[in-house]
């Protein structure tokens, strides 16, 4: 390319020159823009947004210029909060009831397993009280705020709307709540005239053994603690009510209690 191969030095260190010349130049350049941007009072690594004037009607498009007019404004990008509570729905099921803040577990499939109770029909409060608690002892439930949830939790109907307009709070233990429940529920009579109904126990023409035997336990758990026959008594009663045949073969089977009978 080029004749004389003696200046082919010479043009290559007039190149290295320049370069050498261009790179120390650019290194004043970064140096000298760096120690601006420190001693600079604008604030340092933020992103810039460029607010719009009071009297714009739109505000311009977010840009990174670092122009007089832009204000710096450091973006916070927000974190989400988890905020845990309980729902609408779970605290007007349990109001009434004052339960800790680690609540035990509901027992798996108790639904199948427990009565319902809505105040009618011949089923009492009396028996449904004693079969929840029958029912907390057999499976082993020993929480107290379990015993309560799952209690209320089978209440339907009147039953269930006169729980919920009780006083929050105001039950702390299952025995208040069963207390409280047989207050309100369970029938009142005056014990002599329990005590007169009892001894006139028959079946009726028309009445299944079934249904005679939900009236008999009725009337029975119905009378007064003090005033109730003991239940080995209540066992020899219980076959009166049926012809002498069928009373025979009740007392061949010889039941241990009543729910055997």
């Known amino acids: 390319m080029f004749e004389n191969p003696n200046l082919i030095p010479r043009i290559v260190r007039r190149q290295e020159r320049q370069e050498n010349f261009s790179s120390s130049h650019l290194d004043k350049h970064l140096q000298s823009s760096i120690q601006s941007e420190l001693t600079s009072e604008r604030t340092p690594n933020l992103f810039l947004i460029t607010t ?31 905020v845990t509570s309980i729902s609408a729905t779970m605290a007007n099921r349990y109001t009434p009831l004052n339960l800790p803040a680690n609540l035990g577990a509901m027992p798996q499939d108790y639904q199948s397993k427990t009565p319902t109770f809505e105040g009618t029909g011949t089923y009492t409060a009396q028996q449904h009280t004693k079969k929840m608690t029958d029912y907390f002892e057999s499976y082993e439930i020993d929480d107290d705020d379990v015993r309560m949830k799952v209690f209320v939790q089978i209440l339907t ?68 603690q003090n005033l109730r026959p003991p239940p080995d008594l209540a066992l020899i009663k219980f076959p009166d009510a049926f012809d002498s045949d069928m009373a025979y073969q009740l007392r061949e089977r010889a039941p241990q209690n009543l729910e055997e009978m």
């Open 52 to 82: 719009a004037s009071a009297s714009s009607p739109t505000a311009p498009p977010t840009t990174l210029s670092t122009s007089p007019s832009t204000t710096l404004i450091p973006i916070v990008i927000p974190t989400p909060s988890i």
């Open 157 to 224: 109907g009147d039953v269930r709307i006169w729980f919920r307009a009780l006083p929050a709070n105001s039950i702390n233990d299952p025995q208040t709540l069963y207390q409280t429940f047989l207050n309100r529920w369970e029938k009142k009579k005056y014990p002599l005239h329990i005590l007169s109904e009892y001894e006139n126990l028959r079946r009726g023409t028309q009445e299944t053994v079934q249904d005679y035997c939900t009236r008999f336990n009725n009337v029975y758990n119905a009378i007064p």
